[in-house]
Structure formats: C-alpha cells, structure tokens
Nanobody, 126 residues
Framework: QLQLVESGGGLVQPGGSLRLSCAAS????????MGWFRQAPGKEREAVSC????????NYADSVKGRFTISRDNAKNTVYLQMNNLKPEDTAIYYC???????????????????WGQGTQVTVSS
C-alpha cells in the first residue's frame, strides 16, 4: 500500500549531473520526512540527504554538501535529489525513504523509516 518508486539513475561522466525522483503511491508525502540513502558495493548504506515534511529543514552528508540538493513537491507527491559535479565515489544504488519522524532521526540515526523504495543505480565513470 505504501510504495516509493525511484527513477532518474544512470551512467554519467565525472563532473556530470543527474536528477533522481521519488514518487509515492498509496499515500501522500506531506506528512513525511523524506530521505535519500545510498549503498555502494562493499559498503554500508549511508544517508545522503533528508528533508522535512514541508521542506523547511534539510540535512546533507558532508561528502555531498555543495553538490547535491534535495527538494520536494508535495503537490506532485514527489521528492527529488539534484546531483551535480558527480564523482566516481558517488557510484551507488540510491534509495528513497519516508518516515513520520524528524530529519535528525531519519538522516542522522536512520530511525523511523516507514517505507523504502526499490533503489536506482547511479554510476559515475568515464
């Protein structure tokens, strides 16, 4: 019933850009803190960015600050992750997550996740 579907991943050269989208079905996002997580081969899942239910508060991992921007359009039931100046170390499967919690709980402590997307592959390579 609660479903998140990511899209927008693909292959991009270093320095390039991608925009990921996360569309919700079965529920509306306006009550949820949303986050983007990623998992690279051989590494643990890490939080990339989170945004509060109304978009007033955001959190970014140090590794993506200044390069990635999270945003949401609750009217479209969609959350976005704009990724600029991509680096090979950004290569990972990116997952969207929703939680009725706070930005700190979701992004810092990875707590309160109610739904995960299936993931979309981002590969940064020349």
């Amino acid at each position: 019933q609660l479903q998140l579907v990511e899209s927008g991943g693909g292959l991009v050269q270093p320095g390039g850009s991608l925009r990921l989208s996360c569309a919700a079905s079965g529920f509306t996002l306006d009550y949820y803190v949303m986050g983007w997580f990623r998992q690279a081969p051989g590494k643990e899942r890490e939080a990339v960015s989170c945004i509060s239910s109304l978009g007033g508060s955001t959190n970014y991992a140090d590794s993506v600050k200044g390069r990635f921007t999270i945003s949401r359009d609750n009217a479209k039931n969609t959350v976005y992750l704009q990724m600029n100046n991509l680096k090979p170390e950004d290569t990972a499967i990116y997952y969207c997550a929703a939680g009725r919690t706070t930005v700190q709980h979701l992004c810092v402590m990875a707590m309160g996740v109610a739904s995960w997307g299936q993931g979309t592959q981002v590969t940064v390579s020349s």
